[in-house]
């Protein structure tokens, strides 16, 4: 099963690299020397901890887990959006073959440069996070500024996520799907709280960035090749499978894909 595979293959992995002093300066690098207790470079001397194999294979599944799952689930969901709105996808992909133009191929620059794309996929974000909720520890007693609210520590906070991102305070007629949400001024305007996909602060979701370029660099290439229509197998609204840790839905999401 799953767990056994990210077991072994990290159990593997890191008997190789400490048997052949392999150095890569990478995420699993990262990990092996928290392993040995070495100090970090930037990182606090007298916090230094040692990790577990089983630890690192945990680590590992979790990077695993925010850098492809929440990247595919963002992109379908996008698609998904886009596939209804024929006028929001035209200029998506607009956005993406004026790019292309520009840089002639696919880079991390052009991609950086696709800035409509990022829109829909934070829209997309926003209506559809890949997680509902995420839970955190008090770790000091906490009075919240202008309540008679104090947080005691050791008691746990859930934070609604889907519930933030589908508040009409800050998002208008949050059920409908509108990229121009997420331009430089309309984001300035709103609390930087209120989009929260991956969390925020020192326990932010540690795939975030690499989960984003997967994602921008999935819909340059699909967009350009491809165009898509929502299938009849696709209930509209959306059924959200409850029992699933990732959103997703029931019965799948079912889209026609038409060849450029």
Known sequence: DVANFFMNAVRETVEYREKNKIQR???MDLLIRMKNAEPIEGGDPNQVGQLTIEEIAAQSFVFFLAGFETSS??????????????????KARK???????EHGSISYEAVHDMKYIEMCIN?????????????REVTKD????DMNVTLPKGHRVMLPIYAIHHD???YPAPDQYDPERFTPAAVAARHQMAFVPFGEGPRVCIGQRFGMMQARVGLA???KNFRFRLSEKTSVPLKILASSTV????GGLWLHIEKL
């Open 25 to 27: 300066n990478d995420f």
């Open 247 to 250: 959103l997703a839905t029931q």
């Open 95 to 101: 956005n993406v073959l004026d790019v292309l133009k």
């Open 168 to 170: 009409p305070e800050y």
């Open 73 to 90: 689930t963002a992109m379908t969901f996008c698609l998904y959006e886009l596939a209804q709105n024929q006028e929001l996808q035209d």
């Open 123 to 135: 829209e997309s974000l926003r209506k559809y996070p890949p997680i509902a909720n995420i839970l």
């Open 142 to 145: 906490y009075h919240v500024p």
């Open 221 to 223: 290439y699909l967009l």
